[in-house]
């Protein structure tokens, strides 16, 4: 059985990171990475719902596993947590136990063994496999069938923009990123876009002042606001614009965006 929930890989091997990452995208699941626990929490802090966590027990950095996987379910309380690990003693296991309320699959697992104990972890049975037609991109036909969104992502955080543009590829669209309003007032001047995706609370400059300024110059363009309060605009502005509080859900993003292109149409 598979699933179409969001699966968060913390691996900092690349060549496993690969392996974990196609397993799980052929189980139907939408996939994000990192290479380390710090840009785990980033990835989590960006406002893109997570429903599984699944990373190795022993990773580099000061941040160890456990810690990680703690701060990980304050940001989102939903959040399930699957550990790995090649070792029988580690962090998380004790006396040849596993720790209260911790979740483990060993090295080597096999696909089979994966997909039984993620859908055991998330708590639901799943849904069947279609044959070749397990990854994102493929079961989603009506996003790969219709022409690609050119996003502009404004974030001051380097792997919250990383993390939402990697979300946006997999949804067949092109993002470009900015990390100022500045940089993205001069994005606008070097490229055209069909949609500002901006955070509200930026270094430079508020979101929302950005997308008045950068509306006036460029008709048509559609606007999606990230914020983990409520947006309220209250500025007279000739541009169409929504709202994403984070979290926000794959579904809700891609959601916004279907929004965006028959604005744009």
């Known amino acids: 059985m598979g699933g179409s929930e969001t699966v968060l890989v913390v691996e900092d091997d690349t060549k496993v990171q690969a392996t974990v990452i196609a397993m799980f995208t052929d189980l139907g699941y939408t996939v994000l990475k990192a290479d380390n626990a710090d840009q785990a929490i980033a990835v989590l802090s960006s406002g893109v719902h997570i429903d599984l966590l699944f990373t190795d027990v022993v990773m580099p950095g000061t941040l160890k596993s456990p810690e990680m996987a703690r701060r990980a379910v304050q940001l989102q309380p939903h959040l399930r947590v699957l550990f790995t690990s090649g070792y029988t003693q580690n962090a998380i296991v ?148 929504l709202s994403l509080r984070k979290p926000y859900a794959v579904g809700q993003l891609e959601a916004a965006l279907r929004k965006a292109r028959r604005d744009n149409a």
């Not at 849904?127 to 036909?141: C, E, F, H, Q, R």
């Not at 001051?156 to 500045?182: K, N």
């Not at 949609?195 to 930026?202: E, I, K, R």
Request: proline residues 5%.
């Open 94 to 241: 004790h006396g040849g136990r596993l720790d209260p309320n911790v979740e483990l699959i060993s090295k080597p697992y096999s696909r089979k063994e994966l997909a039984a104990k993620v859908r055991q972890v998330l708590g639901s049975e799943g849904l069947p496999l279609k044959n070749g037609a397990d990854s994102v991109s493929a079961s989603t036909p009506e996003v790969a069938e219709r022409m690609a969104l050119r996003v502009l992502v404004v974030e001051d955080d380097e792997p919250t923009r990383d993390a939402v543009s990697e979300l946006l590829r997999l949804l067949g669209h092109c993002p470009t990123t900015a990390s100022s309003a500045q940089s993205a007032i001069d994005a606008f001047d070097e490229a055209s876009f069909d949609v500002l995706l901006t955070d509200v609370h930026l270094p430079d400059l508020s979101g929302i002042e950005l997308a008045h300024r950068i509306a006036t110059v460029h008709r048509g363009i559609s606007v999606i606001f990230a914020s983990g309060d409520t947006v309220q605009d209250n500025k007279p502005g000739d541009f169409h614009w």
